[in-house]
């Protein structure tokens, strides 16, 4: 489990990449949050992160690895609603990269 300061800096680190992010410095946004993934390795928020700016960025297979550790990293962790969701998330951009589709009907509770 990280430190509150630990926890802190990477909070930070995602400000800081989703504000690179939003202004289209996918690069920049990519190598912060590879480096947050470094300093604080199975951050399923960084990663997931990390899929996104590799995905806008056209890194589609780099991109899959990033959200395939988030669904890895997910299923060991207890059911909490945030961790569902973003690993349902994760797994809907795995399909839309390899498959041109969402396709989480597995994923997701539906009615017959």
């Given at each position: 489990?990280?430190?509150?300061?630990?926890?802190?800096?990477?909070?930070?680190?995602?400000?800081?990449?989703?504000?690179?992010?939003?202004?289209?410095?996918?690069?920049?946004a990519?190598?912060?949050?590879?480096?947050?993934?470094?300093?604080?390795?199975?951050?399923?928020e960084?990663?997931?992160?990390?899929?996104?700016?590799?995905?806008?960025?056209?890194?589609?297979?780099s991109?899959?690895?990033?959200?395939?550790?988030?669904?890895?990293?997910?299923?060991?962790?207890?059911?909490?609603?945030?961790?569902?969701?973003?690993?349902?998330?994760?797994?809907?951009?795995?399909?839309?990269?390899?498959?041109?589709?969402?396709?989480?009907?597995?994923?997701?509770?539906?009615?017959?």
């Open positions: 489990m990280a430190s509150d300061s630990a926890r802190g800096t990477i909070d930070n680190l995602l400000v800081e990449a989703w504000k690179l992010y939003g202004e289209g410095k996918l690069r920049e990519a190598e912060a949050l590879e480096r947050g993934n470094r300093e604080s390795p199975g951050d399923i960084v990663l997931y992160a990390l899929g996104l700016s590799l995905k806008k960025s056209e890194q589609a297979e991109a899959v690895r990033a959200f395939r550790q988030v669904v890895e990293l997910a299923a060991q962790r207890p059911s909490q609603v945030r961790t569902l969701m973003v690993r349902r998330l994760a797994q809907g951009h795995i399909n839309m990269l390899e498959r041109g589709s969402w396709d989480l009907e597995a994923e997701t509770w539906h009615r017959e």
